[in-house]
């Protein structure tokens, strides 16, 4: 559904009230407050991107990568899910803490620390590795490029999202400046549950992420 249709049904349910419209500007607001909630609540599926990048070690096979150079729109510093090395034989690696990354000698690792990615890799400069992480995109455009927020008529939210827990957002928001307390209560308690089943269905399609954004 698209921000004009999502406009369209908040607009339909105010009718059935007697209430009037609310500026499109207004609708917009809260449409995009609702995507963020949402976001913060729920690792969605669609959230979940790749990206690749060039290993080059600084000292002892370890290497510093800003992670807004290497995992673009990050959702949340520590929203990686994990990196591979595109070789071959696809090769996993695993996660450790700053504290310990220094002393490793071997093997394939990676920390996290601030706005750092810190990787050690026993391959050569310029391997590509990949490094799968949760974006913060909630919508998409009519060309289907991701983006954080609904801008345009014609965006959609990402499928995941369910249009009617945006539609119940906004009338809970707007019935509650307007003291309209027992519809902006209904409107409050529909979102949520909606969002509840987000949450499960979105943990179960989780569940493989690994595994298939992997797959060269």
Known sequence: MIKTDINTAIDDERRKTGTGFVAAAEITRY????????????????????????????????????????????????????????????????????????????GNWFAQSGSDLWVRHDGVSGDTLRVIYVANYVAKTSGATLSAALTADSDEPLNDIDPEAIVNFVLWKIFRKEGKKDDAREAKSRYKEIVETLKRDNNYRRASIYDRMFVE
């Open 31 to 106: 449409e995009n407050q609702a995507l963020q909630d949402i976001s913060r609540q729920v690792d969605l599926y669609e959230q979940n991107i790749s990206s690749d990048f060039s290993f080059v070690p600084e000292v002892a096979l370890s290497a510093v990568n800003a992670l807004s150079a290497v995992a673009p729109n990050l959702k949340t510093t520590q929203a990686i899910v994990g990196i591979s090395t595109l070789s071959s034989t696809t090769q996993s690696f695993k996660r450790t803490n700053p504290e310990n990354f220094h002393g490793l000698t071997s």
